[in-house]
Nanobody, 126 residues
Framework: QVRLVESGGGSVQAGGSLRLSCAVS????????IDWFRQAPGKEREGVAS???????NYLDSVKGRFTFSPDSAENTPYLKMNSLKSEDTAMYYC????????????????????WGQGTQVTVSS
């Protein structure tokens, strides 16, 4: 059974940085695609960034240049490094694991193997 655990959130001042991790266990395939979404109170969930094992990535326009994926350990998916955080980045962040790659729409395209862990809270104060 595939399980997801998001971690790395916290409270920071505007301009600060955080590193989010999506730990995937029980993954039976060599390829993967990870979507990161976020949801702020009273707002709809929005896609933030996606990365696939073939190297394809996609970022929400408002985070381009500030968020980037970086390699984690060989046993885990790349972590999402968030720099120059703004108050509007405040939200609960979730990841989703897909067998596939980043599609034309910017999200992972394929079979969803694990859909949202418990999330990790990011709070940015100005």
């Amino acid at each position: 059974q595939v399980r997801l655990v998001e971690s790395g959130g916290g409270s920071v001042q505007a301009g600060g940085s955080l590193r989010l991790s999506c730990a995937v266990s029980g993954w039976p395939y060599s390829r993967y695609c990870i979507d990161w979404f976020r949801q702020a109170p009273g707002k709809e969930r929005e896609g933030v960034a996606s990365i696939a094992s073939d190297g394809r990535t996609n970022y929400l326009d408002s985070v381009k240049g500030r968020f980037t994926f970086s390699p984690d350990s060989a046993e885990n998916t790349p972590y999402l490094k968030m720099n120059s955080l703004k108050s509007e980045d405040t939200a609960m962040y979730y990841c989703r694991a897909v067998v596939g790659s980043v599609g034309a729409g910017g999200y992972c395209n394929g079979r969803i193997m694990a859909d949202w862990g418990q999330g990790t809270q990011v709070t940015v104060s100005s």
